[in-house]
């Protein structure tokens, strides 16, 4: 009886440890898919293509081509900052062709860069949650401006919510982004 005891034991541990096995190999592959997802999107060559957390890219602007690449690596949706007169094609008409979701928030010069545009970015963030959005100026530096905004709402801290903003892609709207936290006090 107690040789059976041990065998069964035995089968369950290894049976056990069989499935934590495969569990984990199940996980790998998932990292390794996610991985390989940004590295191909990465690969597209967008201008100063950034990842952050939930499937969130920010950049400057894409190209024709690089918007059909990104819709075939997996972008679902498109929140361009752009205004309208700083393109000469349609892009609304081509990201909505590729079956990817467009939003335009045109942020056109410096009194756009305010806290009612950063409420209204990290809305059209929070909407998309967990399905891949690239969000776009030219060169991303807007985002990053209104990024550092919504970071100082959340936090309070001016250095971090500057730095935030800089791993969005912040540099010349700098001082404007301080102009209007200093205003919030």
């Given at each position: ?8 034991t035995?089968l369950?541990l290894?049976?056990l440890?069989n ?6 190999n199940?996980?790998?592959s998932?990292g390794l898919?996610v ?8 690969n597209?060559?967008?201008?100063n ?6 499937h ?6 894409p ?9 075939h ?7 361009n ?5 700083e ?7 081509l990201?909505?062709?590729l079956n990817?979701?467009y939003?335009a928030?045109p ?16 809305q059209f ?6 399905e891949a959005?690239?969000?776009?100026c030219?060169?991303?530096?807007r985002v ?5 905004i ?13 730095a935030e ?5 912040l ?7 301080r102009?209007?936290?200093?205003n919030?006090?």
């Amino acid at each position: 009886m107690k040789f059976i005891k041990q065998c069964c034991t035995s089968l369950l541990l290894l049976s056990l440890s069989n499935a934590t096995f495969a569990v984990s190999n199940e996980q790998a592959s998932v990292g390794l898919s996610v991985q390989a997802n940004f590295h191909a999107i990465d690969n597209v060559g967008v201008a100063n293509l950034t990842p952050h957390a939930g499937h969130v890219y920010s950049a400057g602007q894409p190209s024709i081509d690089q918007f059909k690449a990104l819709a075939h690596e997996g972008i679902k949706h498109v929140i361009n900052l752009r205004g309208q007169s700083e393109q000469d094609w349609d892009e609304k008409a081509l990201v909505n062709s590729l079956n990817m979701d467009y939003v335009a928030l045109p942020i056109t010069g410096a009194k756009d860069i305010n806290v009612k545009n950063a409420r209204l970015l990290t809305q059209f963030l929070a909407q998309r949650k967990g399905e891949a959005v690239l969000v776009h100026c030219a060169s991303s530096n807007r985002v990053g401006a209104l990024m550092a905004i919504a970071a100082y709402e959340r936090s309070q801290d001016i250095e971090a919510s500057i730095a935030e903003g800089k791993s969005w892609g912040l540099k010349s709207l700098e001082p404007v982004v301080r102009n209007v936290i200093s205003n919030l006090d």
